[in-house]
């Protein structure tokens, strides 16, 4: 089953606008958020995570906003450039596991 | 920094045919993972080994077998390959089995034909 849902699937963004990814996890057992950042013909790297005793974190131009009680979090791209054209991954996992549970990405694009 | 390692990037494979593909890792990690990669899915987690002669199966363990003989390597091996294997194929490691950062390797794609 499918534990981490991402939307969407795919996502086609303006140079200079923000680019907005949805999560949404089932098990209130998760306590790290990352997102991951793929290029082609690479493997995927972190980009920014989050513990959730806050609420947003951010990192430069990249931004996770997390939502509790909602069971949701979201990654958002401030003032997009091409070069952010990769695709994305949510992740989740709980203290002390060995699982990563992975979302099943988002691939962007940033017109020039 | 070489980080993690996998042969071979590339690989073609008949059905039936078995191999090995390598994963290899410099940063004394003790945590490794196998995933797959597959388009609208993810990465789903095959094996993983939490110290040397310690591993245990992800979720789509089937039809690959895995051994944790040194903190180094991590091979995964196919037995009778299948096109239904045809992927891409991560390794990853991280220090300890808490919340950190994994490192993947750059990936090895696989056909079966």
């Known amino acids: 089953q499918q534990q981490v849902k991402q939307s969407p699937q795919s996502l086609i963004v303006q140079k200079g606008g923000i680019s907005i990814i949805n999560c949404a996890y089932e098990n209130t057992a998760f306590d790290y958020f990352p997102w991951y950042q793929q290029f082609p013909g690479k493997g995927p790297a972190l980009l920014i995570a989050?513990?959730?005793?806050?609420s947003e974190k951010k990192e430069g131009r990249f931004t996770i906003s997390f939502n509790k009680s909602a069971k949701q979090f979201s990654l958002h791209i401030m003032d997009s450039q091409p070069g952010d054209s990769a695709t994305y991954f949510c992740a989740a996992s709980k203290a002390g596991g060995f699982k990563t549970i992975f979302g099943a990405g988002t691939r962007l694009f940033v017109k020039a | 920094n070489a980080g993690v390692t996998q042969t071979p990037k590339f690989q073609v494979l008949k059905t039936g045919q078995s191999m090995t593909l390598q994963c290899a890792q410099d940063m004394n990690h003790e945590y490794m993972s196998w995933y797959r990669q597959d388009p609208g899915m993810g990465l789903r987690l095959i094996h993983y080994?939490?110290?040397?002669?310690?591993?245990d199966q992800g979720e789509v363990p089937n039809g690959y077998n895995v051994s944790r003989s040194t903190t180094e390597d991590f091979p995964l091996r196919l037995l009778s390959a299948a096109p239904s294997q045809t992927s891409v194929y991560f390794c990853a490691s991280r220090p300890d089995r808490g919340n950190t950062e994994a490192f993947f390797g750059q990936g090895t794609r696989l056909t079966v034909v």
């Open positions: 080994s939490v110290g040397a002669g310690i591993t």
């Open positions: 989050i513990r959730p005793d806050v």
